[in-house]
């Protein structure tokens, strides 16, 4: 445990890590994603209720999922940037930090989309969908203090401690948003309460949900690379990689 | 012995540049240190590695032997500080930012001690005057006024002859000669050139820069 | 398979206007985010290579 | 003077309750020498609260409907502003790096800071805001609940607040950033101080909201002065 | 070199479009600097509206009755806010006092800073506001007015804060004192503005509130940079 | 005759105190004057004063024979002025900085006119760097590159010397005595002792303080 944290210190080190982890995943992401897709979009039926509308779910769902996972990762990787100093866990949050934005952006997005057939509007202040829509926001103030604070070390602890900050407060607004909710007036939409699926319809679900989380590392990874090398452009084995 | 702070093998990097490497310091009781270097060389960063406030990117910064981090408090407990900006505030007066200071110290000072500091730096009569009344020498020699007023074993000063006029130059030289004399240790960068320069240790950075 | 035609896949039972930009979006993201980090390595070698030529002028 | 003089041992060493007491003493002075800056606030709510009626209708029915939310956001909002300036100046002029310097626990130096803030800006805000819930035709029995729950809730908002300050005092634009890092973490705040004023209005109690309020104060006076200390700590080494 | 050949005659004298261009490259180059603080007053906005909804009530009716005065005064306070920095920094360098001393008309170089301002602040809040009004179940047929009502005020509204920023520049705790000074200069812009987009919700005609709102404006070009530049000079001489 | 600036009977009050009163000041082609003083005298209001920044509280002030508020526009078309705080705005470049510079000053010049200036002040390399990037003394140069940069007979500079190394100050008296020598003006306020000092008339406030 010590020696791999140790080893973890070394930008060097963890820029070969990545390099060999990358291919399996962008394979995996490409296969899953693919399969998904067409299983999705063409073979599994359509829904009893909603028809071929509810064929949304299957990006709707995994960047939900996404876009609160990304964020846990990006807190887990600033406290061990602040508690060990490892560099390579900021980097790691930095490059982490747009896709998870991106993701929640599609969850609403999709979710918006999806909400005019089956609610009949884009928009309604739902529990779930305000958690969402703050939960955007502290993606955006995340990269906005990086942002303000340029690339230096400084800025680095900064976000670091905002995204502690935030990480915690997340299931603090799931829990108020819900109960808020309840306060006012009974709950219009319930999410979980649906038919049981047939697993014609889960498998695909869970495809994609796999080939996203698969797309993510892959992704992250190759950025976590360009990030190392970027910070670490004076060293000499960064500079042996230019030729 | 107060005094027992050295610094091995230091390095400071900024922007892709190294300011300096492998810099020794070793600081005892009596030494008085000043440090050279054109503008840019790194004097400020020097000082900030020096107490703290920067972490070097290598090397180690020892106080009695220990890590800095380590020994922090009883670091701190020894250290007087004047940056850049002294840590005056503008709106209150000179009594009252000299009281706050020594209570940051850790010391607790009577109001007539706090008078005869700033009758000290030549403010008498400007107690109960608001800083931001005040010329810039004036409000630099309020925080002058802590080094009466705090006794610390260790003074790091950043540019102290900063908008001083020249009785004032002549008062401070004397002041830090005179901490030495009592055992004190002083580090500051300064461009000018002290009148009993035999007494004074120089640190020069970036020679080559 | 859940269509009879081409032209009822891409109808989407009625729903095109909804399920189509959301697979797009989606779609969209993750290429251009292919796209983006591609753009960052190569701009980021060329900037490596630079830098080398102008160390090995300077030296 | 002898090398043995060398007066290491101070003339009186201060207790942390002491230093504590300094600093509060340096907030209050400069508090004072501000004069009416205290009274800002207090203006920037009754003028929101004076602009909706005129941006939205000024029916009383619709008004106080709106009031209880509307009053909490404008007092969420004054609070924000006043934050900008907690350790803007303390930080221009090298106070701050005095503070890191010293041999005293920051967090409570940080603490204290905090405590005057509230003591300046939340407390007048959450006494008034049931003269201006007047204004809005508010009635008077919703008084008691929205004095205390401002009084609980802004603290919160203080201490959270807090910490986006430390953030952004070295950033040339803290202001906006500073509402973009900090109102998401408001929100749960706003959340259950508007229902708590709501729920009492409705003949509710609006006692699980408050003590939801307690339980986030201690979690913010247990947490954020550490929080403080180090966004500071991070914004001043330059 | 003789005493005659002092070169008083300067290489090319720069003409007044020359100078403004110049400072209008620096203010782009010092927003291009600060990368995305553009964004910052889009995302108050955004936040303002999303905070109405958690603390009033998550009915649309409700909301649709006020999102045209709910995003008016958020777009408001978004100016407002991103006001307070429009000269601090040029004051605590030295460039307001440079600016003072140059040989150029200064309301000229002002309106220059304004003018930056606004297409950095006010166009992107008139451009995203409906966007928002969606959250807030805005009719989509009011977006022309809502855009049309926000370029047209938000000018005004950046000229009329230039004048409290400028006053307040030199004051450690300008931002919310800037607020009192500026937000009764704002309440008429306000009034016409919301009017104008809940007259056309209503289905009358937005022009004659739009008309107001460009005399405003007129006005307000006219006056305000010889306003702003004598503020400066108060506030700076110290 | 490109300087003709007088000063008669001027006086100035702050806070109930007269820091000085009954002051003759007249400056011509080839004047270097440098007011001194102790801390607190004046030296910055006097400047304030000349500039036109402050209002007299006794006295007038003539440019070329005219009250100074009725000359203005053609009084700042001479004038160079560098204050405590030298008007470089710290995100921009170098570069940015003096491209602004000159187009105040209604000058008209080249990318490599300033590249030029910015060499003559030893920041060759950091053409593009911010200036919050760099040091103190660096950031100064910047300001003082504008004596190359922006030609003018009229120099008014407050505590030029501030933080700039024994290089720099060699290079910044030079730089004085040669404008000078050219047939300008130079009111200085500085704490330093000039090399040259007999090329320099010394006016000195409040003696009596
Ligand atoms: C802007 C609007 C919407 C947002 C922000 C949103 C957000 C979310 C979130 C955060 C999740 C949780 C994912 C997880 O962690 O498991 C989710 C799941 C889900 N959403 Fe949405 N949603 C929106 C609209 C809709 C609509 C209109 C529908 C369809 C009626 C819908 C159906 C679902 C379903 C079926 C799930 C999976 C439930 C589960 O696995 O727990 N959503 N959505
Ligand atoms: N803004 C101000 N308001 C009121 N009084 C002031 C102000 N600025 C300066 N003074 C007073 O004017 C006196 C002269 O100040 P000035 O800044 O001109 O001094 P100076 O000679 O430049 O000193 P230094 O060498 O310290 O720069 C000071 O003693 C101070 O009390
Ligand atoms: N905040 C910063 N971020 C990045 N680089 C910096 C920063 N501050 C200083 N530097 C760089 O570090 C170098 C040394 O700066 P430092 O302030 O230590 O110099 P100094 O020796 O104190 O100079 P001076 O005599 O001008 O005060 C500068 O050349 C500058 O480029
Ligand atoms: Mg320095
Ligand atoms: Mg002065």
Same mark, same amino acid.
């Given at each position: 445990m010590w020696t791999f944290v140790h080893k973890l210190g070394s930008p060097k080190w963890c820029h070969a890590l990545c390099a060999r982890l990358q291919p399996g995943f962008w394979i995996a992401a490409g296969l899953l994603l693919a399969v998904g897709a067409v299983w999705s979009l063409a073979f599994s039926p359509p829904d009893y209720q909603m028809g071929d509308s509810y064929r949304i779910i299957y990006v709707h769902v995994p960047a939900a999922i996404l876009a609160q996972s990304v964020f846990v990762g990006m807190a887990l990787a600033s406290a061990v940037f602040l508690i060990w100093k490892i560099k390579v866990a900021d980097m790691a949050a930095t490059v982490m930090a747009p896709f998870g934005a991106a993701m929640t952006f599609l969850g609403l997005f999709t979710g918006s989309l999806w909400g005019? /057939?089956?609610?009949?509007?884009?928009?309604?202040?739902d529990a779930r969908l305000t958690a969402m829509l703050i939960q955007l926001f502290l993606y955006i103030g995340v990269i906005a203090l990086r942002g303000a604070y340029g690339r230096d070390d400084q800025g680095a602890k900064a976000v670091a401690v905002l995204t502690l900050v935030g990480v915690v407060n997340i299931p603090i607004i799931k829990y108020s948003v819900v109960w808020w909710n309840t306060l006012h007036q009974p *709950?219009?939409?319930?999410?979980?309460?649906? /038919? *049981?699926? /047939?697993a014609s319809m889960w498998v695909p679900l869970l495809i994609m949900v796999l080939g996203f989380y698969s797309f993510f590392i892959a992704l992250t990874l190759y950025r976590l690379r360009n990030e190392i090398m970027r910070r670490e452009s004076r060293t000499r084995w960064v500079q042996a990689l230019a030729d | 012995m107060n005094v027992v702070l050295d610094a091995h093998e230091l390095a400071c990097e900024r922007d892709d540049r190294?300011?300096?490497?492998?810099l020794e310091l070793h600081l005892r009781d009596g030494d008085i240190v000043r440090i050279e270097g054109a503008n840019g060389s790194g004097k400020t960063s020097l000082l900030k590695l020096l107490t703290g406030q920067l972490v070097p990117d290598a090397g180690r910064i020892e106080w009695h032997g220990q890590p800095l981090a380590r020994a922090r408090e009883a670091f701190r407990r020894s250290l007087l500080f004047i940056g850049h900006?002294?840590?005056?505030?503008? &709106?209150?007066?000179a009594q009252e930012n000299l009281a706050w200071s020594a209570a940051m110290a850790g010391v607790g000072v009577s109001a007539a001690a706090i008078d005869d500091a700033l009758a000290g730096v030549g403010l008498t009569g400007f107690e109960?005057?608001?800083?931001?009344?005040?010329?810039a020498g004036q409000r630099r020699r309020i925080a002058l006024a802590r080094l009466d007023l705090v006794p610390r074993p260790l003074w790091i000063l950043d540019?102290?002859?900063? &908008?001083?006029?020249r009785h004032g130059v002549a008062w401070l030289e004397q002041r830090v000669l005179s901490h030495g004399e009592q055992g004190g240790a002083v580090i500051m960068t300064t461009h000018h050139t002290f009148q &009993?320069?035999?007494r004074v240790d120089s640190l020069i950075l970036g020679a080559t820069a | 398979m859940a269509f009879d035609s081409f032209s009822a896949f891409l109808t989407m039972g009625g729903y095109a206007r909804y399920v189509w930009p959301a697979w797009g979006l989606a779609t969209l993201m993750i290429v251009g985010f292919v796209l983006w980090a591609r753009r960052e390595r190569r701009q980021l070698m060329q900037q490596l290579q630079r830098r080398r030529r102008r160390e090995a002028d300077s030296a | 003077m002898s090398s043995r003089e060398m007066p290491v041992a101070t003339p009186t060493r201060l207790g942390w309750a002491h230093v504590c007491l300094a600093q509060l003493r340096r907030e209050l002075a400069l508090a004072r020498r501000r004069g009416?800056?205290?009274l800002n606030p207090l203006l920037f709510l009754a003028l929101v609260v004076v602009l909706f009626p005129l941006g939205i209708s000024p029916q009383p029915a619709r008004l106080a409907d709106v009031a209880p939310g509307l009053l909490w956001v404008a007092a969420l909002l004054a609070m924000l502003l006043s934050l900008?300036?907690?350790f803007r100046t303390d930080h221009a002029d090298g106070t701050l790096e005095q503070m890191l310097l010293a041999p005293q626990p920051l967090p409570l130096l940080c603490l204290t800071k905090v405590v005057v803030h509230w003591l300046l800006t939340g407390v007048p805000l959450a006494l008034c805001a049931p003269w201006l819930g007047v204004l809005l035709s508010l009635?008077?029995?919703a008084a008691p609940v929205l004095i205390g729950s401002l009084l609980l809730g802004s603290a919160t908002l203080s201490l959270i607040g807090a910490i986006g300050a430390a953030l952004t005092?070295?950033?040339?634009?803290?202001g906006i950033l500073l509402s973009l890092l900090i109102l998401p973490l408001y929100i749960p705040v706003l959340i259950f101080g508007a229902g708590a004023v709501q729920t009492a209005l409705a003949g509710g109690s609006a006692a699980p909201a408050m003590a939801l309020l307690g339980a986030m104060l201690a979690l913010a006076v247990a947490g954020a002065p550490f929080a403080i200390a180090g966004a500071l700590r991070i914004s001043v080494n330059g």
């Open positions: 005019v /057939p089956t609610w009949g509007t884009w928009w309604t202040w *709950a219009t939409f319930t999410l979980t309460e649906r /038919p *049981a699926m /047939p | 190294w300011l300096f490497d492998s900006e002294p840590g005056v505030a503008a &709106a209150l007066t109960d005057v608001a800083a931001n009344q005040l010329s540019e102290p002859f900063t &908008a001083i006029d &009993a320069n035999d | - | 009416g800056d205290w900008d300036a907690l009635p008077a029995g005092v070295g950033l040339p634009r803290g």
